[in-house]
């Protein structure tokens, strides 16, 4: 059977092309922002690139065959999973040899995520973590900015991983010791316990949790535009440049739970907000809401999509009774105010004091008003898919039918017109919507599923998925490949320095951890040049210093040790790998009066200050290891 297509869906899709072929190009930095914020244009190498554009095709061609061959939905979500999964990794890899090492810079980060350098920071012993607004000022200052807007919740859970973490030791070793390379110079960092290290995979693997996002949207989709569609909708989810380009963000996980209240509100509108299972239904719809603000407050707009839906399903044409819709907000109300009020009866605080602070810091980032109306829509409709803003669009046409019906899909699109149309006005957004507003973004494609419906000219409607999908598949590519979207201010480690050089043979092992391999030294204007190669037995967890003391030929020993940390902390030992040797120079100033003769030199192996520097112990001796001797003039 020949395509065909309606001319409209042609030529979005064809406008799809060139706006990617813009994009690519830079036709215009306006595309990218404007007015106090633009995304930068950094093309990404056409190797990576065309690796990226291979696994958007396979992708397709994997889907189309699903949606021709398959009848169950099973494999359907569990493809749209994985291609939801792998993408963010595969854009990542567009711009970094290191895609685990990325993963976690990202999430370690202040800057880029900010919730779990805020739970390694944050005092949990005392008291101080109770008065939140001090602590987001407090954040604010350290530079943690996402963390310094938000609630306790993202903080909290972080610390409730690594709480879970210290009880399985073995395991989070494990984690540990796999991270610890890619920061093991940052003494910021160094100075978390091994647990708070290791939970911070649980923001590495966001990208698995974003992609559960699937299973909600394809039941809410089946609910509302039906099991055909559906099946549309969930395969476009690994096709949304947003949730592709801003992983590890915890923005991707957001949309899961926005679906999550949202179907937990449609199960509460069937039974009736006066049944009892209708009310539990909606109570736990306003908990799931109350949870997602109690993370991040950018998703208080959530609230006025399911308000506007509500609204729009209770209301009967020519009566005018908000009776019922109040009813459904009653009992949502209920559910939103659980989380704030556990947390205020354990602490004392108050959303509204929560709520004022991040206020105050958010409006500090100006905005000029009128220009944004339009950027905001134009950074989130991107980051969506245009074309599927344009089905949106569609549907919402059919929504003075649908308020007679109660035509789920329909209903869908206007309600989120509302809400964005709100949100918008409001002023509230300051830049970055295509992330912010990720949690509409889902609905989008729901509505997008039933505007296909109305215009697709063959009757399963997979053909026209199919070029509504490839012009998606085309705007991600650009976008991934000409936007550098996401990134982190932590610099990687530094490189291996190598052997010293040494000439003398060494074989002292201090801690069952450094094995000192060789040494040798050197008289210098008045100083001696210590020479020190090692060879690690693992990779140590702790930044070492070495101490070495000098001995008179009589054997009075210098004034004092001199205590340092190798390479002047540029490459602590927490940089040295397994098994290689790692060589180390160090000045040791001779007194004033040195005696001519035969020196020694005293060395040994220091734990942090936190240890109060106790030295390690030397396997078949005490403390420490004599060197020498070293003949001084």
Known sequence: MPFRFS?????????????????????????RGGYGWRWPYEPAPAARALLLAAALAAYLA??????????????????????????????????????????????ASPMTTGPHMAAATID???????????????????????????????????????????????????????????????????SYTPAEWASAWF?????????????????????????????????????????????PSWNTLYPLLSLVAFGLLLRGLAHGAGSGRGAVALIAAGAVCGLLIFANLSTVPLLALLGFYALLYTLRPGRLDLRPALG??????????????????????????IMQAAMSLHLELERAYAPWLALHLWEWALFSGLTLIALWLVAVTGGARAMRSREGGALLALALLGALVAVDLSGLARGETGRVWLFFTPFVLIAAGDGLRRIARDKSGQRAWLVVSMGQAILTLALATSWNVIGAELTPPPAAPGSAGTTRPADALFGGVLRLRGWDATVESGQVVLRLDWQPVERPVQAYFFSALLVAPDGTPAAAATVWQPHETRIPTTCWAAGVVTGDTVRLPLPPDAVPGEWWISLAVLRDAAHAYQPLPVTGGDHQVGLGPISVP
């Open 7 to 31: 001319r409209p869906l042609l030529l979005l899709s064809l406008g799809s092309v060139w706006l990617a072929l813009a994009l690519a190009l830079d036709v215009s930095p306006w595309l």
């Open 62 to 107: 994997g889907a189309w065959l699903l949606l021709r061959r398959s009848r169950r939905a099973t494999p359907i979500v569990v493809w749209s999973m994985a291609g939801a999964a792998i993408m963010p990794l595969l854009v990542i890899a567009l711009r970094h040899d290191n895609v685990a090492y990325e993963l976690f810079v990202r999430t």
């Open 124 to 190: 949990w012993q005392g008291d101080a973590w109770h008065d939140w607004p001090a602590v987001m000022r407090d954040l604010h200052e350290r530079g943690n900015r996402h963390a310094a807007l938000s609630p306790p919740g993202l903080p909290l859970w972080n610390r409730a991983v690594t709480l879970a973490l210290e009880r399985v030791p073995a395991v989070t070793r494990a984690l540990h010791r796999a991270l610890l390379p890619y920061q093991c110079h940052n003494f910021n960092l160094l």
């Open 203 to 247: 923001g590495m693997l966001m990208p698995l949790w974003a992609a559960l996002a699937v299973f909600p949207l394809y039941g809410v989709a089946r609910r509302l535009v039906g099991t055909p569609a559906a099946r549309q909708v969930a395969l476009w989810w690994a096709l949304v440049p947003a949730v592709t380009m801003f992983a």
């Open 328 to 353: 459904v907000g009653v009992w949502v109300g209920v559910g939103l105010a659980l989380p704030w009020l556990l947390y205020g009866l354990f602490t004392g605080q108050t959303p509204w004091g």
